[in-house]
Nanobody, 118 residues
Framework: QVQLVESGGGLVRPGGSLRLSCAAS????????MSWYRQAPGKERELVAA???????TYADSVKGRFTISRDNAKATVYLQMNSLKPEDTAVYYC????????????WGQGTQVTVSS
């Protein structure tokens, strides 16, 4: 069965760091375009970062220079390193997988909570 399992969220002080992980199983991970999304209370889900199978990356303007997305195909895992965290980064972070040219193959994790507060 296809699964995406996020981990690494938690409570952190402003200026701190967290590393999120998304472990994938049940599909050909290396072929998929992987993304991190987030959703804060009362707001729509937004794209945070994305990485292609060729490791081209995309970031939201709000996180450029602070967040880094990476992938380890051997471990079927995508990461989001988050540095210099701000209160506005508080949200549930979701992992997403899409197969290019076949976007009906679209999978989501359950999410992990990130809270940035003093």
């Amino acid at each position: 069965q296809v699964q995406l399992v996020e981990s690494g969220g938690g409570l952190v002080r402003p200026g701190g760091s967290l590393r999120l992980s998304c472990a994938a199983s049940g599909f050909s991970f290396s072929s998929y375009y992987m993304s991190w999304y987030r959703q804060a209370p009362g707001k729509e889900r937004e794209l945070v970062a994305a990485i292609s199978s060729a490791v081209a990356t995309t970031y939201a303007d709000s996180v450029k220079g602070r967040f880094t997305i990476s992938r380890d195909n051997a471990k079927a895992t995508v990461y989001l390193q988050m540095n210099s965290l701000k209160p506005e980064d508080t949200a549930v972070y979701y992992c997403n997988a899409v197969l290019p040219y076949y976007n009906n193959y679209n999978y989501w994790g359950q999410g992990t909570q990130v809270t940035v507060s003093s």
